[in-house]
Protein backbone atom coordinates (compact mmCIF):
# COMPACT_ATOMS: atom_id res chain seq x y z
CA UNK A 1 0.00 0.00 0.00
CA UNK A 2 1.68 3.28 -0.86
CA UNK A 3 1.17 5.81 1.27
CA UNK A 4 2.40 9.59 1.67
CA UNK A 5 5.17 10.50 4.17
CA UNK A 6 2.85 13.04 6.11
CA UNK A 7 0.44 10.03 6.08
CA UNK A 8 3.14 7.08 8.30
CA UNK A 9 2.22 6.53 11.61
CA UNK A 10 5.35 4.57 13.95
CA UNK A 11 4.72 0.99 13.90
CA UNK A 12 4.36 1.20 10.48
CA UNK A 13 5.95 -1.19 8.81
CA UNK A 14 7.80 -0.93 5.25
CA UNK A 15 6.83 -3.32 2.33
CA UNK A 16 9.92 -2.89 0.02
CA UNK A 17 13.15 -1.36 0.57
CA UNK A 18 13.30 2.67 0.19
CA UNK A 19 16.34 4.02 -1.45
CA UNK A 20 16.95 7.91 -1.79
CA UNK A 21 17.32 10.36 -5.50
CA UNK A 22 21.01 8.88 -5.68
CA UNK A 23 20.01 5.04 -5.48
CA UNK A 24 21.38 4.68 -1.74
CA UNK A 25 19.80 2.52 0.80
CA UNK A 26 17.81 4.35 3.50
CA UNK A 27 15.85 1.88 5.07
CA UNK A 28 14.76 -2.41 4.76
CA UNK A 29 11.97 -3.87 3.89
CA UNK A 30 9.88 -4.70 7.24
CA UNK A 31 11.34 -2.25 9.39
CA UNK A 32 9.03 -1.38 11.49
CA UNK A 33 9.00 2.82 11.28
CA UNK A 34 9.60 4.61 14.70
CA UNK A 35 9.84 8.11 14.65
CA UNK A 36 12.73 9.00 14.11
CA UNK A 37 13.20 6.39 11.32
CA UNK A 38 10.03 8.52 9.29
CA UNK A 39 11.99 11.50 9.91
CA UNK A 40 15.12 10.08 8.33
CA UNK A 41 12.79 9.27 4.95
CA UNK A 42 12.04 13.04 5.43
CA UNK A 43 15.40 14.56 5.33
CA UNK A 44 15.81 11.98 2.27
CA UNK A 45 12.97 14.09 0.59
CA UNK A 46 11.10 10.66 0.24
CA UNK A 47 7.31 11.40 -0.63
CA UNK A 48 6.42 8.14 -0.94
CA UNK A 49 6.64 4.52 0.73
CA UNK A 50 4.89 1.17 0.34
CA UNK A 51 3.81 -0.21 3.80
CA UNK A 52 2.25 -3.28 4.67
CA UNK A 53 -1.54 -2.70 5.98
CA UNK A 54 -1.91 -3.25 9.58
CA UNK A 55 -3.72 -1.70 12.92
CA UNK A 56 -1.46 0.58 14.79
CA UNK A 57 -2.08 1.98 18.69
CA UNK A 58 -0.25 5.30 17.95
CA UNK A 59 1.19 6.63 20.87
CA UNK A 60 1.93 10.58 20.87
CA UNK A 61 5.31 12.09 21.49
CA UNK A 62 5.78 13.56 24.46
CA UNK A 63 8.81 15.97 25.68
CA UNK A 64 10.60 15.49 28.33
CA UNK A 65 9.08 16.08 32.10
CA UNK A 66 10.58 18.94 33.86
CA UNK A 67 14.57 18.98 33.90
CA UNK A 68 15.99 19.13 37.26
CA UNK A 69 17.62 22.15 36.62
CA UNK A 70 14.63 24.00 36.11
CA UNK A 71 13.74 23.25 39.38
CA UNK A 72 17.27 24.22 40.94
CA UNK A 73 16.97 27.28 39.36
CA UNK A 74 13.54 28.45 40.08
CA UNK A 75 14.54 29.36 43.24
CA UNK A 76 17.08 31.97 41.90
CA UNK A 77 15.21 33.23 39.17
CA UNK A 78 12.76 34.56 41.38
CA UNK A 79 15.15 35.82 44.19
CA UNK A 80 16.74 37.87 41.35
CA UNK A 81 13.21 39.04 40.10
CA UNK A 82 12.52 40.19 43.27
CA UNK A 83 16.40 41.81 43.87
CA UNK A 84 15.28 43.87 41.00
CA UNK A 85 12.02 45.22 42.18
CA UNK A 86 14.02 46.26 45.07
CA UNK A 87 16.87 47.58 42.93
CA UNK A 88 13.79 49.34 41.08
CA UNK A 89 12.22 50.89 44.37
CA UNK A 90 15.55 52.26 45.74
CA UNK A 91 16.17 54.49 42.00
CA UNK A 92 12.73 55.35 42.68
CA UNK A 93 13.13 56.68 45.97
CA UNK A 94 16.81 57.51 45.89
CA UNK A 95 18.20 58.36 42.76
CA UNK A 96 20.35 55.88 43.41
CA UNK A 97 20.97 51.70 43.55
CA UNK A 98 24.05 49.58 45.28
CA UNK A 99 25.92 47.66 42.92
CA UNK A 100 26.96 44.74 45.01
CA UNK A 101 23.30 43.69 45.46
CA UNK A 102 23.26 43.62 41.29
CA UNK A 103 26.25 41.38 41.40
CA UNK A 104 24.66 39.29 44.68
CA UNK A 105 22.01 38.30 42.12
CA UNK A 106 23.54 37.81 39.15
CA UNK A 107 26.81 35.79 39.57
CA UNK A 108 24.53 32.90 41.08
CA UNK A 109 22.30 32.87 37.94
CA UNK A 110 25.25 32.96 35.34
CA UNK A 111 26.93 30.28 37.29
CA UNK A 112 23.71 27.92 36.85
CA UNK A 113 23.46 29.33 32.82
CA UNK A 114 26.65 28.07 31.57
CA UNK A 115 25.41 24.17 32.71
CA UNK A 116 22.70 24.90 30.41
CA UNK A 117 21.81 24.65 26.69
CA UNK A 118 18.37 24.33 25.89
CA UNK A 119 17.62 28.09 26.50
CA UNK A 120 14.06 27.81 25.39
CA UNK A 121 13.11 25.77 28.45
CA UNK A 122 14.56 28.91 30.42
CA UNK A 123 12.33 31.54 28.88
CA UNK A 124 9.08 29.12 28.70
CA UNK A 125 9.61 28.81 32.58
CA UNK A 126 10.11 33.13 33.13
CA UNK A 127 7.48 33.43 30.55
CA UNK A 128 4.79 32.06 33.49
CA UNK A 129 5.64 34.64 35.23
CA UNK A 130 3.24 37.63 35.26
CA UNK A 131 5.31 40.45 36.70
CA UNK A 132 6.44 42.14 33.76
CA UNK A 133 8.61 45.17 34.58
CA UNK A 134 10.93 42.80 36.55
CA UNK A 135 10.50 39.57 34.68
CA UNK A 136 11.80 41.71 31.44
CA UNK A 137 15.04 42.89 32.96
CA UNK A 138 16.16 39.51 34.34
CA UNK A 139 14.65 37.64 30.96
CA UNK A 140 16.61 40.44 29.27
CA UNK A 141 20.16 40.07 31.62
CA UNK A 142 19.67 36.45 31.11
CA UNK A 143 19.03 36.54 26.90
CA UNK A 144 22.30 38.98 26.31
CA UNK A 145 24.42 36.86 28.20
CA UNK A 146 24.09 33.82 26.34
CA UNK A 147 24.28 35.78 23.03
CA UNK A 148 27.22 37.62 24.28
CA UNK A 149 28.73 33.78 24.84
CA UNK A 150 27.74 32.54 21.46
CA UNK A 151 29.17 35.32 19.71
CA UNK A 152 32.68 34.22 20.96
CA UNK A 153 33.09 36.45 24.21
CA UNK A 154 34.83 35.68 27.18
CA UNK A 155 32.39 34.96 30.34
CA UNK A 156 34.21 37.79 32.27
CA UNK A 157 32.64 40.20 29.07
CA UNK A 158 29.44 37.98 28.50
CA UNK A 159 28.31 38.75 32.56
CA UNK A 160 29.16 42.25 31.94
CA UNK A 161 26.98 42.18 28.86
CA UNK A 162 24.71 40.19 30.85
CA UNK A 163 24.52 42.88 33.54
CA UNK A 164 24.04 45.63 31.64
CA UNK A 165 21.05 44.12 30.28
CA UNK A 166 19.37 43.54 33.10
CA UNK A 167 19.69 46.88 34.12
CA UNK A 168 18.80 48.58 30.77
CA UNK A 169 15.04 49.73 32.18
CA UNK A 170 16.15 50.81 35.50
CA UNK A 171 15.25 54.53 33.85
CA UNK A 172 11.66 53.48 33.94
CA UNK A 173 11.13 53.99 37.76
CA UNK A 174 11.31 57.62 36.60
CA UNK A 175 8.39 57.56 34.48
CA UNK A 176 4.88 57.88 35.58
CA UNK A 177 2.79 54.94 36.08
CA UNK A 178 0.12 56.56 34.63
CA UNK A 179 2.37 56.45 31.52
CA UNK A 180 4.13 53.02 31.87
CA UNK A 181 0.99 50.93 32.75
CA UNK A 182 -1.20 52.85 30.57
CA UNK A 183 -3.29 50.17 28.60
CA UNK A 184 -4.22 51.96 25.39
CA UNK A 185 -2.39 54.00 22.62
CA UNK A 186 0.74 56.72 24.00
CA UNK A 187 -0.13 60.53 23.01
CA UNK A 188 3.26 61.61 21.27
CA UNK A 189 3.90 63.57 24.56
CA UNK A 190 3.76 59.99 26.08
CA UNK A 191 5.51 58.68 24.36
CA UNK A 192 8.37 61.01 23.96
CA UNK A 193 8.58 60.52 27.82
CA UNK A 194 9.03 56.69 27.79
CA UNK A 195 11.70 57.32 25.50
CA UNK A 196 13.47 59.59 28.15
CA UNK A 197 14.12 56.30 30.19
CA UNK A 198 17.05 55.73 28.55
CA UNK A 199 18.43 58.76 29.35
CA UNK A 200 17.40 58.54 33.15
CA UNK A 201 18.48 54.85 33.46
CA UNK A 202 22.39 56.44 31.96
CA UNK A 203 22.09 58.96 34.59
CA UNK A 204 20.79 56.23 37.85
CA UNK A 205 23.61 54.04 36.48
CA UNK A 206 26.44 56.70 36.51
CA UNK A 207 25.27 57.86 39.80
CA UNK A 208 24.79 54.47 41.65
CA UNK A 209 28.06 52.63 40.04
CA UNK A 210 30.26 54.82 37.60
CA UNK A 211 29.99 52.01 35.15
CA UNK A 212 30.12 54.19 31.84
CA UNK A 213 29.67 51.08 30.17
CA UNK A 214 26.48 49.82 31.68
CA UNK A 215 25.11 53.17 31.10
CA UNK A 216 25.80 53.58 27.59
CA UNK A 217 24.33 50.23 26.76
CA UNK A 218 21.34 51.55 29.42
CA UNK A 219 20.92 54.77 26.93
CA UNK A 220 21.64 52.84 23.39
CA UNK A 221 19.62 49.90 23.87
CA UNK A 222 16.79 51.66 21.60
CA UNK A 223 19.02 52.40 18.97
CA UNK A 224 18.63 50.53 15.49
CA UNK A 225 21.01 49.73 12.46
CA UNK A 226 19.15 52.11 10.12
CA UNK A 227 18.69 55.53 12.44
CA UNK A 228 15.54 54.48 13.44
CA UNK A 229 15.97 54.18 17.14
CA UNK A 230 16.16 56.53 20.03
CA UNK A 231 17.43 58.44 21.45
CA UNK A 232 19.46 60.16 19.53
CA UNK A 233 18.91 58.25 16.13
CA UNK A 234 22.28 56.36 15.73
CA UNK A 235 23.48 54.37 13.16
CA UNK A 236 25.12 50.75 13.23
CA UNK A 237 28.90 51.51 13.38
CA UNK A 238 27.70 54.48 16.24
CA UNK A 239 26.14 51.99 18.37
CA UNK A 240 28.31 49.97 21.13
CA UNK A 241 28.41 46.18 20.10
CA UNK A 242 26.87 45.79 23.55
CA UNK A 243 23.97 47.67 22.90
CA UNK A 244 22.89 45.82 19.63
CA UNK A 245 23.35 42.84 22.31
CA UNK A 246 20.82 43.98 24.64
CA UNK A 247 18.96 45.20 22.23
CA UNK A 248 18.06 41.67 20.41
CA UNK A 249 17.46 40.49 24.15
CA UNK A 250 14.69 43.42 24.83
CA UNK A 251 13.18 42.89 21.70
CA UNK A 252 12.56 39.25 22.01
CA UNK A 253 11.54 40.03 25.59
CA UNK A 254 9.49 42.17 25.26
CA UNK A 255 7.45 40.65 22.14
CA UNK A 256 7.50 37.33 24.15
CA UNK A 257 5.85 38.46 27.23
CA UNK A 258 2.23 39.75 27.89
CA UNK A 259 1.88 43.46 28.65
CA UNK A 260 -1.01 45.82 29.49
CA UNK A 261 -1.65 46.62 25.80
CA UNK A 262 -0.19 43.77 24.03
CA UNK A 263 -0.68 39.67 24.20
CA UNK A 264 2.60 37.60 24.21
CA UNK A 265 3.45 35.74 20.78
CA UNK A 266 4.61 33.06 19.94
CA UNK A 267 8.03 32.40 20.11
CA UNK A 268 8.29 30.78 16.61
CA UNK A 269 6.23 34.00 15.06
CA UNK A 270 8.28 36.08 17.72
CA UNK A 271 11.93 34.62 15.82
CA UNK A 272 10.82 35.07 12.49
CA UNK A 273 10.06 38.56 13.35
CA UNK A 274 13.30 39.09 14.74
CA UNK A 275 15.05 37.53 11.80
CA UNK A 276 13.19 39.82 9.49
CA UNK A 277 14.30 42.87 11.38
CA UNK A 278 17.89 41.60 11.22
CA UNK A 279 17.73 43.26 7.70
CA UNK A 280 18.35 46.79 8.90
CA UNK A 281 16.99 47.34 12.35
CA UNK A 282 18.67 44.50 15.11
CA UNK A 283 22.43 44.04 14.11
CA UNK A 284 22.33 40.31 12.08
CA UNK A 285 25.39 39.16 14.17
CA UNK A 286 23.61 38.85 17.44
CA UNK A 287 20.11 38.08 16.05
CA UNK A 288 21.27 35.54 13.98
CA UNK A 289 23.50 33.97 16.84
CA UNK A 290 20.51 33.89 19.41
CA UNK A 291 17.64 32.54 16.14
CA UNK A 292 20.26 29.37 15.47
CA UNK A 293 20.91 28.49 19.06
CA UNK A 294 17.20 28.40 19.86
CA UNK A 295 15.57 26.67 16.92
CA UNK A 296 17.20 23.48 17.95
CA UNK A 297 16.03 23.91 21.77
CA UNK A 298 12.45 23.57 20.03
CA UNK A 299 12.45 19.64 19.23
CA UNK A 300 10.26 17.82 21.65
CA UNK A 301 8.34 20.72 22.95
CA UNK A 302 4.98 19.93 23.13
CA UNK A 303 2.55 23.00 21.06
CA UNK A 304 -1.53 23.70 20.95
CA UNK A 305 -2.01 24.39 17.33
CA UNK A 306 -4.66 27.01 15.67
CA UNK A 307 -6.57 23.51 14.93
CA UNK A 308 -6.94 22.51 18.63
CA UNK A 309 -4.55 19.23 17.92
CA UNK A 310 -1.90 18.48 20.31
CA UNK A 311 1.24 17.27 19.31
CA UNK A 312 5.01 17.75 19.51
CA UNK A 313 7.93 19.54 17.55
CA UNK A 314 10.03 16.61 15.68
CA UNK A 315 12.20 18.48 13.39
CA UNK A 316 12.91 21.80 12.19
CA UNK A 317 11.85 22.06 8.13
CA UNK A 318 14.63 23.25 6.32
CA UNK A 319 12.88 25.22 4.01
CA UNK A 320 11.03 27.28 6.61
CA UNK A 321 13.31 27.64 10.06
CA UNK A 322 9.96 29.21 11.45
CA UNK A 323 7.31 26.40 10.45
CA UNK A 324 8.38 22.83 11.90
CA UNK A 325 7.47 19.40 11.87
CA UNK A 326 4.82 18.42 13.93
CA UNK A 327 3.92 14.93 15.51
CA UNK A 328 0.62 14.45 17.12
CA UNK A 329 -1.08 11.64 18.46
CA UNK A 330 -3.00 10.33 14.80
CA UNK A 331 -0.70 12.44 11.93
CA UNK A 332 2.63 13.68 11.06
CA UNK A 333 1.82 18.01 9.99
CA UNK A 334 4.30 20.03 8.00
CA UNK A 335 3.27 23.62 8.89
CA UNK A 336 5.51 24.74 5.92
CA UNK A 337 2.47 22.58 3.85
CA UNK A 338 -0.19 23.50 6.22
CA UNK A 339 -0.02 27.16 6.15
CA UNK A 340 -3.51 27.82 7.50
CA UNK A 341 -2.08 26.01 10.70
CA UNK A 342 -0.39 27.88 13.33
CA UNK A 343 1.67 26.92 16.73
CA UNK A 344 -0.85 28.61 19.81
CA UNK A 345 0.78 27.94 22.36
CA UNK A 346 4.45 25.86 23.49
CA UNK A 347 4.79 24.42 26.60
CA UNK A 348 7.88 22.23 28.12
Known sequence: MKVHIMDLNP????????????????????KEL?????????????????????????????????????????????????????IFLEALATGNFDNSQVDQLLEPMVEQLDD?????????????????????????????????????YSKEDAYKVGKAGYLIDIGKCKISE??????????PEEFEE????????????????????????????????????YPRGLTDKEIHPYAKITAVADVYTAMTSNRIYQSKQELFTVLKELNNMSFGKLSPEPTQVLISHLLPNFIGKKVLLSSGEVGAIIMTNPSDFFRPLIRTESRFIDLSRERELTITEIYM
Request: net charge negative.
Open 11 to 30: GDKLQTDVFNHFGVLVLQKE
Open 194 to 229: IKRHTQYGYEIIMNSTGDELSALIALQHHERDDGSG
Open 116 to 152: QKDVVSLLLLLGNNDNYTYNHSLQVGMLSYYIASWLG
Open 34 to 86: SSEAIVKLMQHGIDYIDIIPHTIDVIVPTASVTPQFIQKIQPVFNEAIDGFEA
Open 178 to 187: DILFKPGKLT
